[in-house]
Protein backbone atom coordinates (compact mmCIF):
# COMPACT_ATOMS: atom_id res chain seq x y z
CA UNK A 1 0.00 0.00 0.00
CA UNK A 2 2.70 2.21 0.78
CA UNK A 3 5.96 3.08 -0.75
CA UNK A 4 9.46 2.00 0.86
CA UNK A 5 10.26 5.70 1.86
CA UNK A 6 7.23 6.47 3.38
CA UNK A 7 7.52 3.39 5.92
CA UNK A 8 10.86 4.47 5.95
CA UNK A 9 9.97 8.01 7.02
CA UNK A 10 7.37 7.31 8.93
CA UNK A 11 9.65 4.78 11.55
CA UNK A 12 12.07 7.65 11.24
CA UNK A 13 9.34 9.92 12.90
CA UNK A 14 8.20 7.60 15.62
CA UNK A 15 11.86 6.51 16.16
CA UNK A 16 12.71 10.73 17.30
CA UNK A 17 9.05 10.92 19.03
CA UNK A 18 9.68 8.18 21.05
CA UNK A 19 13.24 9.46 21.64
CA UNK A 20 12.04 13.00 22.71
CA UNK A 21 9.26 11.92 24.95
CA UNK A 22 12.05 9.76 27.26
CA UNK A 23 14.18 12.37 26.78
CA UNK A 24 11.27 14.98 28.73
CA UNK A 25 10.97 11.91 30.74
CA UNK A 26 14.06 11.48 32.41
CA UNK A 27 14.80 15.06 32.61
CA UNK A 28 11.63 15.70 34.23
CA UNK A 29 12.50 12.75 36.99
CA UNK A 30 15.67 13.94 37.55
CA UNK A 31 14.60 17.55 38.31
CA UNK A 32 11.57 16.02 40.60
CA UNK A 33 14.58 14.38 42.92
CA UNK A 34 16.62 18.03 43.42
CA UNK A 35 13.95 20.36 43.32
CA UNK A 36 12.87 21.46 46.95
CA UNK A 37 10.50 23.54 47.13
CA UNK A 38 9.35 25.58 51.07
CA UNK A 39 6.14 25.44 52.75
CA UNK A 40 5.35 28.42 54.83
CA UNK A 41 4.17 28.22 58.46
CA UNK A 42 0.50 27.55 58.25
CA UNK A 43 1.20 24.69 55.51
CA UNK A 44 3.28 22.81 58.12
CA UNK A 45 0.55 23.10 61.02
CA UNK A 46 -2.10 21.63 58.68
CA UNK A 47 0.70 18.46 57.97
CA UNK A 48 -1.42 15.32 58.54
CA UNK A 49 1.95 13.71 59.87
CA UNK A 50 5.56 15.23 60.23
CA UNK A 51 8.01 14.02 57.92
CA UNK A 52 11.45 13.20 59.07
CA UNK A 53 13.10 14.09 55.47
CA UNK A 54 14.52 17.27 54.70
CA UNK A 55 12.70 20.30 53.71
CA UNK A 56 12.22 23.91 53.41
CA UNK A 57 10.41 26.68 55.40
CA UNK A 58 9.77 29.96 53.88
CA UNK A 59 8.50 33.36 55.20
CA UNK A 60 9.59 36.37 56.90
CA UNK A 61 11.77 36.60 60.25
CA UNK A 62 9.41 37.88 63.19
CA UNK A 63 10.35 41.16 64.41
CA UNK A 64 12.41 41.08 67.67
CA UNK A 65 12.71 37.70 67.68
CA UNK A 66 16.37 36.83 66.47
CA UNK A 67 18.68 35.86 69.38
CA UNK A 68 22.36 35.05 68.82
CA UNK A 69 24.14 32.98 71.30
CA UNK A 70 27.94 31.93 70.77
CA UNK A 71 27.71 29.56 67.75
CA UNK A 72 23.54 28.98 67.55
CA UNK A 73 20.93 31.86 66.08
CA UNK A 74 17.08 31.29 67.10
CA UNK A 75 14.56 33.31 65.41
CA UNK A 76 10.87 32.73 64.52
CA UNK A 77 10.12 32.47 60.85
CA UNK A 78 6.08 34.20 60.06
CA UNK A 79 3.77 33.91 57.33
CA UNK A 80 1.66 36.62 60.05
CA UNK A 81 -0.99 33.58 60.60
CA UNK A 82 1.74 31.19 61.82
CA UNK A 83 4.77 30.74 63.47
CA UNK A 84 7.74 28.28 63.66
CA UNK A 85 10.94 28.59 66.04
CA UNK A 86 14.09 27.99 64.49
CA UNK A 87 17.34 27.11 65.75
CA UNK A 88 20.56 27.32 63.42
CA UNK A 89 24.13 26.66 64.02
CA UNK A 90 26.43 28.51 61.55
CA UNK A 91 26.77 31.64 59.90
CA UNK A 92 24.04 33.62 58.67
CA UNK A 93 23.79 35.91 55.38
CA UNK A 94 24.34 39.58 55.56
CA UNK A 95 20.60 39.86 54.44
CA UNK A 96 19.32 38.31 57.27
CA UNK A 97 17.44 40.57 59.39
CA UNK A 98 14.33 40.90 61.32
CA UNK A 99 11.70 41.73 59.16
CA UNK A 100 13.05 40.02 55.54
CA UNK A 101 12.18 37.10 53.81
CA UNK A 102 13.90 34.21 55.05
CA UNK A 103 14.23 30.40 53.65
CA UNK A 104 15.48 27.81 56.22
CA UNK A 105 16.41 24.51 54.98
CA UNK A 106 16.68 21.56 57.60
CA UNK A 107 14.53 19.07 59.58
CA UNK A 108 11.21 19.91 61.49
CA UNK A 109 11.22 18.38 64.90
CA UNK A 110 7.44 19.23 65.61
CA UNK A 111 4.58 21.59 64.01
CA UNK A 112 5.91 24.74 66.36
CA UNK A 113 10.43 23.36 66.19
CA UNK A 114 12.96 23.70 63.34
CA UNK A 115 16.12 22.85 63.14
CA UNK A 116 18.10 24.63 60.46
CA UNK A 117 20.93 23.55 58.53
CA UNK A 118 21.24 26.25 56.11
CA UNK A 119 19.39 29.96 55.85
CA UNK A 120 18.85 31.47 52.41
CA UNK A 121 18.10 35.01 53.17
CA UNK A 122 15.53 36.22 50.45
CA UNK A 123 15.50 39.92 48.47
CA UNK A 124 12.43 41.88 46.87
CA UNK A 125 13.22 42.72 43.57
CA UNK A 126 14.64 46.08 44.99
CA UNK A 127 17.77 45.29 46.14
CA UNK A 128 20.50 46.79 44.61
CA UNK A 129 24.42 45.39 45.80
CA UNK A 130 25.93 48.33 47.53
CA UNK A 131 28.45 48.92 44.77
CA UNK A 132 25.99 49.49 41.99
CA UNK A 133 24.62 52.25 44.89
CA UNK A 134 27.40 53.70 45.16
CA UNK A 135 28.49 53.88 41.03
CA UNK A 136 24.34 55.16 40.48
CA UNK A 137 24.88 57.69 43.64
CA UNK A 138 28.66 58.58 42.09
CA UNK A 139 27.05 59.95 38.47
Excluded at 42 to 48: A, D, P, V, W
Excluded at 62 to 88: A, G, L, P, Q, R
Aim: hydrophobic residues 40%; positive net charge.
Amino acid sequence: MYGRKVKLRLVFVVIILITLILTTFLILKSLEENVVYFQSPSEIKSLSEIDKSKIRVGGMVKKNSISISSNEVNFIITDFKNEINVTYSGAVPNLFAEGKGVVAEGFLKDRNFFSATKILAKHDENYMPPEVKEALGEK
